[in-house]
């Protein structure tokens, strides 16, 4: 391998470029010329393709977002489109990737990979949604609950002086370990996930309960994918079996996704980009980099989207227990 290539793809995450860093450098001191991909496959198909030195990820450890940039890429979607994808590579000398990403990116690998087998590519979980099969946390996952928790500990304070409800969302369209940590961290009095049926009624009653016993406020976290509705739906619902409820809604959607990442994603991130170089080096392709027990593993592509992490049911259970 003289040459590899690294990009993000899909949402970005904070830690991204702590990733971009390791692999960047991991690969120079082995010897090998490193190329960034400029708004993942759309780049990739453009020829939006950079050389990149030790200078090209100096002092971005701390910053949220990707140099990189990111896009989702419609014309990846089709052969013509990635045989482009192909052809531009080829222009560069470039047949090992890292790519950095969540579903979307590893489903474009495999199929990029079943039509050009001449490639090499490894993944690297970078998603907020930590719902990627073969790791225990995905790159962006850390900092995103870190900064809901603060966002919930700031509304909790007006909460508590107005004798209200809040409804907070937070991101989840399939998956709800955002919604499921910060409902513990912050002490919420209910949560709801797309991965557990909603009850209506049973909100209701949990808040009824509240009133009764003096409670001056209460928060339920509503990831957006609930099977209920969002945030403003399910307020709604609840308002019409609860008129003396009065309640607010508030929508956290992409700051959580910013924001300096923190020191544990940092961490995850820096292992993870050099785990990626390695298993380039070693021979490794349509596999996944994660950690499981704090020990890297290689699990293929096609496992690591098919089979999504599930959420811990004693966690859900204690968010009932300790409200």
């Known amino acids: 391998m003289k040459k590899l290539g690294v990009f993000t793809s899909g949402g ?32 990739m198909i453009e020829g939006d393709i950079i050389p990149m030195d030790r200078q090209s990820v100096s002092n971005i450890l701390q910053l949220g977002g990707t140099i990189l940039r990111s896009a989702r890429s419609q014309a990846f979607r089709t052969e013509e489109g990635r045989a482009r994808a192909r052809a531009k590579l080829a222009e560069q000398g470039i047949s090992h990737l890292v790519a950095i990403g969540g579903d979307g990116t590893f489903t474009g690998a495999r199929i990029f990979l079943k039509e050009y087998p001449e490639l090499s590519i490894v993944g690297v ?25 603060r966002a919930i500990d700031n509304i909790k304070d007006t909460a508590n002086s107005h004798d209200r409800v809040f409804f907070v969302e937070v991101m989840g369209r399939d998956a709800g370990f955002i919604a499921l940590r910060t409902a513990i961290a912050t002490g919420a009095e ?9 009850s209506i009624e049973g909100l209701v009653n949990t808040l009824r309960w509240n009133y009764e016993h003096k409670k001056t406020s209460s928060i339920v976290i509503v990831a957006e994918g609930d099977d209920a509705g969002g945030a403003f739906d399910i307020a709604r619902q609840v308002k019409e079996q609860l008129p003396e409820c ?6 956290l959607g992409h700051i959580q996704r910013g924001g300096s990442p923190t020191c544990q994603e940092r961490v995850l991130a820096s292992q ?27 699990t293929p592509l096609e496992k690591a989207v098919k089979h999504h ?14 409200a």
Do not use: H
């Open 125 to 149: 979980p970078g998603t907020i949604d930590n719902d990627l099969y073969g790791t225990d946390f995905t790159i962006g996952y850390d900092t995103a609950i870190n900064t809901a928790m």
């Open 190 to 198: 209910a949560v709801l996930l797309p991965e557990a049926p909603t």
């Open 309 to 322: 992490n599930q959420i811990d049911k004693n966690l859900l259970n204690m968010v009932s227990l300790l």
């Open 12 to 43: 970005d995450a904070p830690g991204m470029n702590a990733c971009i860093r390791a692999v960047v450098r991991t690969a120079l001191k082995a010897g090998i010329e490193v190329y960034g991909i400029r708004r993942g496959y759309a780049g």
């Open 246 to 251: 009065a309640y607010r809604v508030t929508v």
């Open 272 to 298: 993870l980009g050099m785990e990626a170089v390695r298993a380039l080096q070693e021979g490794s392709s349509g596999i996944m980099v994660g950690q499981v027990c704090q020990k890297i593993t290689y």
